[in-house]
């Protein structure tokens, strides 16, 4: 098992946190020689760090994609571009939607990800875990019980390996190039997908876009520091230089309440606080 000293500042998305010592195992087998009680970080999106030491799982180095019968099995440290590049080389179809996405395989089957109303759990056909609690790693399958609107029962107690998917669909090449190059251009046009961000701060209400609740009462643009809610898309925070972890949460604990005063609906936070 190798072991990194990382600064979070640069390795996260959002640019926050302090120094942190990852433990990034090389098999299977260094699972079970991780240390107790730690945290897992993916590959820096979606998390907010505050701005102090940390030690964390990083399964980065289980990065391997077999491909058999059309049944694909991707480990958790495979990034979705590099997912994407795969199955286009392959000519597979079906997990389009995950173009712009920053994670990797891990981070987004914890928090089944998801756009344009599609969602990653609805393509898993089980998922191969390290469970903590009894130290062995274990399989289940995916009856419909696994995946939630942007959750699931994986966490850092039930730590995702890898997962095997369901049989995707043959297609031209470039029929999957134009959705990915489509779906990507569109985050583009809408989203600050290439500015610090973390992604979604909140979860859509039902009904209702988080994004449009936040326009509604005028949170685009509200700074505290480096810290500002986009102009380009009410549901994200960019951070503009050095913000701070307190100036983030600032801005989203702000934001819920202004929410709420306005239409009485609580904001659920999509980022998670490490």
Avoid at 18 to 34: R, S, V, W, Y
Avoid at 151 to 172: G, P, Q, R, T, W
Avoid at 247 to 266: F, G, M, P, R, S
């Amino acid at each position: 098992m190798k072991k990194v000293n990382i600064s979070l500042k640069k390795y996260t998305k959002i640019k926050t946190g302090g120094q942190a010592l990852f433990f990034c195992p090389e098999n299977l087998d260094d699972i079970k020689n991780i240390p107790k009680n730690i945290k897992v970080i993916g590959n820096g999106s979606n998390i907010l760090c505050e701005d102090k030491d940390y030690s964390f799982l990083n399964l980065n180095l289980l990065n391997s994609i077999f491909l058999k019968d059309n049944i694909l099995t991707v480990y958790s440290g495979v990034k979705c571009s590099t997912l994407l590049r795969f199955l286009l080389n392959n000519n597979l179809s079906g997990l389009e939607f995950l173009s712009g996405i920053p994670g990797n395989t891990g981070g987004i089957v914890c928090m089944n990800a998801g756009s344009y109303g599609e969602e990653i759990g609805n393509y898993i056909k089980k998922v191969i875990y390290f469970d903590v609690k009894n130290w062995q790693i274990k399989e289940c399958e995916n009856n419909g019980d696994l995946f939630k609107y942007r959750k699931s029962v994986f966490n850092s107690d039930k730590i995702v390996l890898y997962v095997v998917f369901k049989e995707l669909e043959k297609a031209e090449n470039q029929n999957i190039k134009n959705k990915i190059n489509d779906n990507f251009k569109r985050k583009l046009k809408t989203q600050p997908v290439l500015k610090h961000t973390f992604g979604s701060v909140f979860k859509n209400p039902v009904n209702i876009s988080a994004w449009k609740l936040l326009s509604n009462s005028k949170i685009q643009g509200k700074c505290k520091g480096d810290a500002c809610f986009s102009r380009k898309h009410a549901n994200f925070i960019e951070n503009k230089g050095n913000a701070l972890f307190t100036d983030i949460k600032y801005l989203i604990e702000k934001a819920k309440e202004k929410v709420y005063n306005d239409t009485e609906i609580k904001l659920e936070e999509e980022v998670i606080y490490m």
